[in-house]
Every structure is written in C-alpha cells, then in structure tokens.
C-alpha cells in the first residue's frame, strides 16, 4: 500500500538535488518508491518520540527524506551501470541523513515546523526527567553570579 503523505516530492526535492537525474533517465513512479522507502525508514527511526507519520512535514525531515531518496535513486542508477561499490561519493547522502536522523533522536537537533516552533514529543512512559527549559543551576563565572532557576522546585 503506498503511503498517503510523502515527506519529499519527485521533482520539487530529489530531482532539484540530482539536477541531472531527468524524467527520461529515471521517472517520477520510480523515484517515488524511493521516497516512500525513505519516509518508511524515517516514520520507523522516530515513532517512539513523535506521532508519525507527520500531517506537516518538518523541513529537517523533507531534508532527510529527500537526502534518503537521492542515495536510493543514485544506488539503482550506479548498480545498473557498474559492478563495483567503490565510488562512495553517493554514501554522503545515506550518511547525511542518517547523522541527522541520530542527532535528533539524541535531542541534539529539535524538530521544529515550518514557522519554526517546536514540535512535541510523545509523552513518555515511567520515569522522565529533562532540564531541557531550565536555566543552569550553577552559571560560569565568579561563585558570587550563581542562581538557581525559580521554576524549579
């Protein structure tokens, strides 16, 4: 079953990254199972921080998509006309959107929309605990600067 909400498109994402990747050379049904491959894998690495899949597309995740999309397009195109993995050039786009798929399940890198405001997570089960909106209990500097946050408790 295909899915109902790509996070990429064929020619406004994955053909503007791969310019010379034209509708004659590969056409849009086949770079979208790509995409609907890349998106799967990306519904299936952030389902237990976020209701997946998105009804809005956050721009990190069209940027991943897209990064997924392109490796897997490049990966058919290069198989078909070589025998040999040794050109790993075409990896960058896999290792891009993998590092940032990683770094937001780290909470390195947040979600955010497109007018930029941050997505929520899933309430998560047993114990959490997070300083994520807290100022630091003990700022740098001289000891005489340090406060602690009033909005913990």
Known sequence: MARSYDYSAADADVRTLLKKVTDTIFDDDDVEYFIERADDYIDA?????????????????????????????????????????ADAWMNTFKDYAY????????????????????????????????TEEYDPTFNEGDPGDWATDSKKL
């Open 45 to 85: 690495r952030l389902w237990q921080l976020y209701y997946v899949p998105f009804t809005a597309t956050p721009p990190i995740v069209k940027t991943i998509s897209t990064n997924l999309a392109a490796y897997g397009v490049l990966r058919a195109l290069y198989v078909q006309a070589r025998t040999t993995d």
């Open 99 to 130: 590092d940032l798929l990683r770094d937001i399940k780290r909470g390195e890198i947040l979600l955010l929309d497109s007018s930029g405001n941050k997505i929520v997570r899933k309430a998560g089960r047993g114990i959490s605990s997070s």
